[in-house]
């Protein structure tokens, strides 16, 4: 009887589960094998012709290609210096925020606004903003505040270019730190606070040992899922600028600018590949830690 109902809800579990294992299949495993088959492949622009096997070869060009290091190197900045000015930001403001004050839950709605507005009118407001013609940027440095002799044209420029889609990207989603911090801020025993007062710790010292331990998973999970993100990214810099060719836009042009999509299939391999040694040293990091 006990048998009987055991495989009873086997099949019940599974008949549950099958929508949702065929969903990953078709949109998440055969998509990624079929991008790793097609890696080994130099694949015709004729669908007609059929694709030659080549071996290793587009991943020695990725690796030759001098370009690929540079957008590497940029995508490692880009990375790393949003995930730290998103995650310190959010971090500081979910501290303030871990405090009662008057209209503190409007507040909360009006910080959460760059994170869940589109990013398409995100990022036009933002271009509107430093226009060189009528942005009021432009308009604040050099008519009000006289600091320019002349409007810069920030987005024709690689280094100005940068800087702002690193701007932008840390105000767009340090919400997201926000929200996941404050919440376990929220978790922390209030009496760990006040055996520390007894002891004489001063506001470093309780963040640092009280604070920081308590919040530490979460941290280590928001900057984990944070850098696959923003490695990732690609919207966001290509509709700002076309002078950033972090590594998304450097795939984007190999497979349709160049239309060579054995190589570019290549390239995001390589990316997966390093995402995934830099989530399991990471992983390890956090659990040595932990432990």
Known sequence: MKRSIKNSEATLAMALLAPSLILLIVLVFYPMLSNIQISFLDVPLNARLKSQFIGLKNYV??????????????????????????TFLGLVVALVFNRDFKFRGTARSLITLSYVT????????WKYMFNN???IVNDLLVDKLHLLDKAPLWFDKPVSSFILVVLFAIWRYYPYAFISLLAILQTVDKNLYEAADMDGANGWQKFKNVTL?????????????????????????????N?????????????????????????????????????????????????
Do not use: E, H, Q
């Open 118 to 125: 589109p990013s398409i009118s995100l990022i036009f407001a």
């Open 133 to 135: 013609g009528y942005g």
């Open 213 to 241: 331990p308590s919040i530490m998973p979460v941290l280590a999970t928001v900057v984990v899922l944070r850098s696959i993100w923003m490695f990732y990214m690609f919207t966001d810099v290509y509709l700002l600028t």
């Open 243 to 291: 002078k950033v060719d972090i590594l998304g836009i450097y795939l984007y042009k190999t497979a349709f600018a160049f239309n060579d999509l054995g190589k570019a299939s290549a390239i995001s391999v390589i990316l997966f590949l390093i995402i995934a040694l830099v989530i399991f040293i990471t992983r390890k990091r956090v659990n040595l830690n932990n432990g």
């Open 61 to 86: 060009d990725v690796l030759k290609d001098p370009s690929f290091y540079v957008s590497l190197g940029l995508t490692i900045a880009y990375t790393a210096l949003v995930v730290i000015g998103s």
